[in-house]
């Protein structure tokens, strides 16, 4: 064999082996700019600050992410900077159900951070967020107070200000595409529509997959909108039925989650959730504080365990009073039937719905007094509760349902 040939042949040879990577590699990268464009088509990979701007004028809108992380601290912080509420209400996902018509008599402006605070340290660094400007000064801060939050340090945080947007994180994307690939429902009805088209219940503006396939997500308050599904479960069967998974009775009953066994309630917990409202009453903000309520089944529950007696017995009674003594007005935790109404207003055996939401603010309200109350038509809540046609949600307007 020649020189000539042999050089010819090695000279080849990279060639031939990129080629038959671009050959091999080829239905991969069709497969991942495929995944992209989906993502983007649907708005799933939207940075959140893009979203933020989009619902920042929007009249309706719907936002939830389907396949990437919803990042609610990240969401509700850049939502926060930008709507700049004169009503704020914060807490878990317990306080989600309390939606800005809820106080139009008032004339102030309000968003739901809801789910931005899970727990005593998380509440801690939204006073100093205030106290600092990180974020701005409401003039009413509504706080719903989880038991579990008293139980030890609950410092955690579900996603700090800071955390990359994953939107913006190409292994976020990948794992995305796993997801579908191990037989997770593909969103047919979401890259058809499209981002900024309507949701499954009608809502405008949807962004997301969540929104657009399931019609979940956050509205432009805030506050959240469950999947029509559920609505559509309840008018059909007129039952209360817990969709938590477990149903959260059977959290008590067996101790798991957040209802451990013989937990207690620590006092170092209570005061600095004292301490933290305190920093935010000293920037000049009024905070309302409330016990989110429970439902029936699970307060019987919780009564009447031996081995929840010790915490769930603190947090109605003690907890309340210590707020109280520190200028917080506070009343125990309640339930549908302080209202003569049934389980059929809870969407979960801990998630109010907006028209029990209604009846417990407006009773809170009564009690603590102070701007927002006076600001209120208590009456006109508890009219507008009064109106509702379905046990979980206020009158809508007609385009919104």
Known sequence: MSRSSISSSEADSPWRFLA????CGAPFLALALGLESVLWRTGESWPVARVAALQRNASESLFARGVLSQQLGLYKHARLRDVRAEIVVVGSSRVMQIPARLFETTGMTLFNAGGMIQGVGDLERYAADIAVGRLPSPRVVILGVDPWWLFGDRARTISAPT???????GAAHVVALRRWMYGREFPFRAIRVGALGPGPSGTRGAIGIGALQYGTGFRVDGSRQYPPAYYDELRRTGRYRDREDPPVIERIRSFRGQFVRNAGIRGEAV?????????????GVEVIVYLP?????????????TGHAAWWGTYQRDVPVALSRAGFPCRASESPRDYDLDDRWMFDGFHPGEVLNAYVLARSLAFTGGLLSDQTDLEAVRALAGRATLQVTLPFPKRER
Request: glycine share 0%.
């Open 20 to 23: 038959r990577v671009a050959v």
């Open 163 to 169: 955390s990359e947007d994953v939107a913006l994180n």
């Open 271 to 283: 005061d600095r959730l004292i301490a933290a409202c305190a920093r935010i009453r000293n920037a």
């Open 293 to 305: 309520p429970f439902a029936d089944e699970c307060r019987v529950a919780l009564d009447t365990s």
